[in-house]
């Protein structure tokens, strides 16, 4: 069955520390995403994939980076974490751009609270 | 930039009733997708309908292309429908979602 599986699930932070969102996905999809959601703000995109040792930026990347060290696996790094990065993180995978009009599968999301 | 607005930002009724959610935005879509977000919970598509109308069970998505604007109508609602239901543009076909802010829904039974 299709999955996409985010570690951990809920993350308390101190600020200044370093934090790592893990993302698995079986799906075989080229291309993986990840967003925060924020009251008021909707989902929107911090970085993406779009296969094996790619990564790009996306809309908010400020203070994130990503690795995508496989087709399976691509995890968001906050190397300083700030109160401003607390949130709840959602990684996706999909399938390569161009292919019709497949949604993304998403992960359970990520609870990140920066303290 | 691009944008999204989905309307009402949120919408209450009675079990039974009908929901209409709009969404407008600022630029062709070469996708749209509806999404469903449980109260604390992860996203699952619903729709994907850049233009026309579709169906699926109680759920009608319809799309205006050139007027940028979708609505979805969820007939018979059902308390287990209350959620948040979130329209994603991707303007370019890159598999790159910008979202709205979402409608969420409260059926009273």
């Known amino acids: 069955e299709a999955a996409v599986t985010q570690s951990p699930r809920n993350k308390v932070a101190v600020t200044g520390g370093k934090v790592t969102l893990s993302c698995n996905q079986t799906?075989?999809?080229?291309?993986m995403y990840w967003y925060r959601q924020d009251t008021g703000h909707g989902l929107r995109l911090i970085h993406y994939?779009?296969?094996?040792?790619?990564?790009e930026k996306g809309d908010i990347p400020d203070g994130y980076k990503a690795s995508r060290p496989s087709q399976e696996n691509f995890s968001l790094i906050l190397e300083l974490a700030t109160p401003s990065q607390t949130s709840v993180y959602f990684c996706?995978?999909?399938?390569?751009?161009?292919?019709?009009?497949?949604?993304?599968?998403f992960g359970e999301g990520t609870r990140l609270s920066v303290l | 930039g691009q944008q999204v607005q989905q309307s009402p930002a949120s919408l209450v009724l009675q079990e039974g009733e009908n929901a209409e959610l709009q969404c407008n935005f600022s630029?062709?879509?070469?996708?749209l997708q509806w999404f469903y977000q449980s109260p604390g919970g992860s996203l699952v598509s619903l729709l994907s309908?850049?233009?026309g109308t579709k169906h699926t069970g109680r759920l009608t998505s319809t799309t205006v292309t050139k007027e940028r604007r979708s609505s979805l109508h969820i007939s018979s609602s059902q308390t287990t429908d209350s959620g948040t239901y979130l329209c994603?543009?991707?303007?370019?076909?890159?598999?790159?979602?910008?979202f709205g802010q979402g409608t969420k829904l409260s059926i009273k039974p």
């Open positions: 630029s062709t879509a070469t996708q």
């Open positions: 799906n075989n999809h080229n291309n």
């Open positions: 994939s779009y296969g094996a040792g790619s990564t």
């Open positions: 309908n850049p233009s």
């Open positions: 994603a543009i991707d303007p370019y076909n890159q598999g790159k979602l910008i």
């Open positions: 996706a995978s999909g399938d390569a751009r161009g292919r019709g009009n497949q949604a993304p599968l």
